[in-house]
T-cell receptor
Framework: DGGITQSPKYLFRKEGQNVTLSCEQN?????MYWYRQDPGQGLRLIYY???????QKGDIAEGYSVSREKKESFPLTVTSAQKNPTAFYLC??????????FGSGTRLTVV | GIQVEQSPPDLILQEGANSTLRCNFS?????LQWFHQNPWGQLINLFY???GTKQNGRLSATTVATERYSLLYISSSQTTDSGVYFC????????????FGTGTRLTIIP
């Protein structure tokens, strides 16, 4: 079955540590996205990529970095510069029409 | 950027009731989608509907692009319909970053 796999489901980060969230899709979608969701809030765009080897900053890119070396993969690194990283992180991809498919998310907690 | 407002923010209904969720947006859009987020956080795409009307079982959606709003109808609600419903919009066709509303939290009571 085609879909998006995010790992891990839960992640704990110590102060000052960088962590990387994985996102893999087998839907053959060109575009991929990272969103952040805080409790009781909507989703905010961190980064997006419309094609391999290219990506754009979203509304809240500070303290995050991404890469897009393969069509299937779009990992997100939460750096120590992100002051409040505790949140639910969602990865998505979209088809040519623009319909989105989401992964099941990663819950990141700073300890 | 485009602003998205959803109403009501919270809705509590008895099982079997019908409901209407509204999404208003501030500018022209060529991409509008409705999502359901279940209690475990999974987001499911319900409709891709930049204009017109679509139906899928007990759910239907209508977008009036010229008046900048969309409606999601849920009929004969079931407890599994509980969760948060998000509307998301984009200005362009195709692969496109979306702006999300803050959602409507629906609770269905048995």
């Amino acid at each position: 079955d085609g879909g998006i796999t995010q790992s891990p489901k839960y992640l704990f980060r110590k102060e000052g540590q960088n962590v990387t969230l994985s996102c893999e899709q087998n839907l053959n979608h060109d575009a991929m996205y990272w969103y952040r969701q805080d409790p009781g809030q909507g989703l905010r765009l961190i980064y997006y990529s419309q094609i391999v080897n290219d990506f754009q900053k979203g509304d809240i890119a500070e303290g995050y970095s991404v890469s897009r070396e393969k069509k299937e993969s779009f990992p997100l690194t939460v750096t120590s510069a992100q002051k409040n990283p505790t949140a639910f992180y969602l990865c998505a991809s979209s088809d040519r029409v623009g319909g989105y498919t989401f992964g099941s998310g990663t819950r990141l907690t700073v300890v | 950027g485009i602003q998205v407002e959803q109403s009501p923010p919270d809705l509590i209904l008895q099982e079997g009731a019908n409901s209407t969720l509204r999404c208003n947006f501030s500018d022209s859009v060529n991409n509008l989608q409705w999502f359901h987020q279940n209690p475990w956080g999974q987001l499911i795409n319900l409709f891709y509907i930049p204009s017109g009307t679509k139906q899928n079982g007990r759910l239907s959606a209508t977008t009036v692009a010229t008046e900048r709003y969309s409606l999601l109808y849920i009929s004969s609600s079931q407890t599994t319909d509980s969760g948060v419903y998000f509307c998301a919009v984009g200005a362009n066709f195709g692969n496109e970053k979306l702006t999300f509303g803050t959602g409507t939290r629906l609770t269905i009571i048995p």
